[in-house]
């Protein structure tokens, strides 16, 4: 079976700090790997994506995830945080089949 | 254009009640998906279909029932509804087959049992 574990359920940051949100999966085959974020009243939209390659992913909007084979982990990040950013981020893995979406992690910036 | 549309957008209805969502895709993709979004925004899939074959069933009451009348559509019945079915539920798609397996969602349906 196949899980996913986020960490931080609700950030509050102050515009232009850093973020980092911790993602764990558990899964015994090749996996894909994806954030999700979902504004305010607004359905899911992709961030970015990663199912081979170089494993540090750049996405949309200036977040860029990296997938550390080792540690089953892929981390979201972005350097400078604006108030627009304020949604819910969902960390995804996929095995066979099915997706497999972790509890998610609200967001809020502060401006 | 819409890639993944879903009516109705809101659904308030009273308790024992038979209800049903619909979800078209036009993304031409082989794979649909039912989604429950609770209060506490947990994400958990349902159903998925493929080529209008169920293919995941999660543990769902069986008063949940899934309807694929082709590969672009995939309708949620509802019977006999009760409070704890209030939540936003969504559809999504995807090309299945294909080992990068991106959903497209969308906009969801929020239901309210009274």
């Known amino acids: 079976a196949q899980s996913v574990s986020q960490h931080n359920h609700h950030v509050i940051l102050s515009e232009a700090a850093s973020l980092e949100l911790g993602c764990n999966y558990s899964y015994g085959g090749t996996v894909n790997l994806f954030w999700y974020v979902q504004y305010p009243g607004q359905h899911l939209q992709l961030l970015l994506k990663?199912?081979?390659?170089?494993?540090l992913v750049k996405g949309i909007k200036g977040f860029e995830a990296e997938f550390i084979k080792s540690k089953f982990s892929f981390n979201l990040r972005k350097p400078s945080v604006q108030w627009s950013d304020t949604a819910e981020y969902f960390c995804a893995v996929q095995g066979y089949q099915k997706v497999t979406f972790g509890i998610g992690t609200k967001l809020q910036v502060i401006p | 254009d819409t890639a993944v549309s879903q009516t109705p957008k809101y659904l308030v209805t009273q308790m024992g009640n038979d209800k049903s969502i619909k979800c078209e895709q036009n993304l031409g993709h082989d794979t649909m998906y039912w989604y429950k979004q609770d209060s506490k925004k947990f994400l958990k899939i349902m159903f998925s279909?493929?080529?209008?074959?169920?293919?995941i069933n999660e543990t769902v009451p069986n008063r949940f029932s899934p309807k694929s009348p082709d590969k672009a559509h995939l309708n949620l019945h509802i019977n006999s509804l009760e409070l704890g079915d209030s939540a936003v539920y969504f559809c999504?798609?995807?090309?299945?087959?294909?080992?990068?397996?991106?959903?497209?969602f969308g906009p969801g349906t929020r239901l309210t049992v009274l």
């Open positions: 990663y199912f081979s390659g170089d494993p």
């Open positions: 999504a798609s995807s090309q299945a087959g294909v080992r990068f397996d991106e959903q497209f």
């Open positions: 279909y493929n080529n209008k074959e169920l293919i």
